[in-house]
Nanobody
């Protein structure tokens, strides 16, 4: 089993910054893509950013230029630096990762429990 735990959320004023972290633990042999999603109240969960195991990144248009995703492969951790936050960024943010628990095993998707980010004055 692989467990993902997010941290770093909270309340911030418009224009402020937050840094989310997501640490994966458990039986991990290898990982590929990791990423962040969010669920805004009343809406479907949406993709925020992805990063490959080689560091290639991809962002949703509504966060491009404001958010930066990064990862530490040795620590199985992914980060999301969020700058110039807007009230529309208020959501529960979820971490996702694709992991292989042993050599030759299947690749499985795992999710964190979610963390609240609130942007308000």
């Amino acid at each position: 089993q692989v467990v993902l735990v997010e941290s770093g959320g909270g309340l911030v004023q418009p224009g402020g910054s937050l840094r989310l972290s997501c640490a994966a633990s458990g039986s991990i042999f290898s990982s590929t893509a990791m990423g962040w999603y969010r669920r805004i109240p009343g809406k479907e969960r949406e993709r925020v950013a992805h990063i490959s195991d080689t560091g290639l990144t991809n962002y949703a248009h509504y966060v491009r230029g404001r958010f930066t995703i990064a990862r530490d492969n040795a620590q199985n951790t992914v980060y999301l630096q969020m700058n110039s936050l807007k009230p529309d960024d208020t959501a529960v943010y979820y971490c996702n990762g694709i992991f292989q628990q042993f050599r030759g095993g299947s690749w499985e998707s795992y999710w964190g429990q979610g963390i609240q980010v609130t942007v308000s004055s």
